[in-house]
């Protein structure tokens, strides 16, 4: 089946998987995507649930990932199974799905260079911490974040509002970016800005690690389990960082193996899009153990809840 682009010179072939596997790749997106998103919302109303959470900093900041992982985990699952089910969507629903998967996906990696900065302090400078990494401050940034995202992106939403006809906006598309924001130039300033974006990034989880890395050595728990922390975070960034190079690794795997297209396009997604969202709630809703202590604590409960729902509440003369 060949689509052919609006005002545009270039043709694309598009391939449809049979019946079978279509409820296959979607039964197992949909799972994944019901199963991390569950463990999420647990995350996140357990954050709501307890004030010890809701006053510190660095969980604020862990929440506001977690929250990104569940808007990016659903806009991929949506966009996916829409495209399964219709093949085509609306060029302006697409542009809507897209700007939010667009955001929640650039708010992460920021994110995660806050959060190593605030562990640096919490390391380097115990007792300026708490003027330094107040609750307010970290909702300022997390604002800041959502603005250096709004900036990156909405430049392609301006130029394809100002170049692309009316038309373009009521027709129909596979819904991916480069379908919609069709100007080369904008897929070189992306490229250039998420360079620029990395390498700040990285510059930052380098600095801050190696700082706590010092501090480490005079056998503070604390500073070790900072150090680790941060590590973490390193792996998180790395797995963000592939979907940079998302249409890189289906384009060379495409050329070695063109027969197996829509099966490389499912696995290289599943794992660079769905699999990372599982790192969060192992970095603090497992291994911290003050979060794990209320997460249990509230897993309990409801598993009592449901194992004695007639029971009532005695409460001590």
């Known amino acids: 089946m060949s689509l052919s682009n609006t005002n545009r010179n270039v043709t694309t072939t598009a391939y449809r998987d049979t019946l079978n596997t279509a409820i296959i790749k979607n039964v197992i997106t949909v799972v994944l995507c019901i199963s991390i998103n569950y463990v999420n919302g ?17 969980y604020i900041l862990y929440i506001h ?19 399964y089910i219709v093949f085509t969507l609306n060029v302006s629903l697409c542009i809507i799905l897209l ?31 708490a003027q330094i990494c107040t609750v307010k401050k970290t909702y300022v940034v ?29 027709s129909r598309v596979f819904c991916l970016r480069e379908n919609i924001f069709r100007n080369p130039n904008l897929t070189e300033k992306r490229d250039i800005s998420n360079i620029v974006f990395l390498v700040i990034i990285w510059l930052t989880l380098f600095y801050t690690y190696f700082r706590i890395l010092f501090a480490a050595q005079a056998a503070s728990a604390d500073a070790k389990k900072a150090r680790n922390t941060v590590l973490l975070h390193g792996f998180q960034l790395l797995l963000c960082m592939l979907t940079y190079v998302f249409h890189l ?16 396009r499912f696995t290289i997604a599943i794992f660079v899009q769905v699999l ?10 497992l291994r911290d153990k003050t979060f794990r202590k209320y997460l249990k604590r509230h897993i309990f409960y409801l598993s009592g809840a449901e194992t004695h729902p007639q029971k009532p509440l005695k409460r001590p003369l």
């Not at 990372?276 to 809703?285: A, Q």
Request: proline fraction near 6%; charged fraction near 10%.
């Open 249 to 264: 690794m289906i384009e060379g795997l495409t050329y070695l193996f063109p027969k197996g297209v829509l099966a490389i």
């Open 42 to 58: 647990m995350l996140v109303h357990t954050f709501k649930k307890h004030q010890v959470f809701n006053m510190n900093p660095r």
């Open 276 to 285: 990372p969202r599982l790192i969060s709630p192992v970095v603090y809703g």
């Open 99 to 129: 700007m939010i998967a667009i955001f929640a996906n650039l708010n992460n990696p920021l994110t995660l260079a806050v959060m190593a900065v605030e562990c640096y302090i919490a390391i380097c400078f115990p007792l300026r911490h």
């Open 65 to 83: 990932l977690v929250i990104n992982d569940i808007i990016l985990l659903t806009m991929f699952t949506l966009v996916q199974v829409l495209s």
């Open 142 to 170: 997390i604002g800041l974040i959502w603005v250096i995202s709004t900036f990156s992106i909405l430049p392609d939403l301006f130029d394809a509002l100002a170049t692309e006809s009316l038309e373009f906006f009521r």
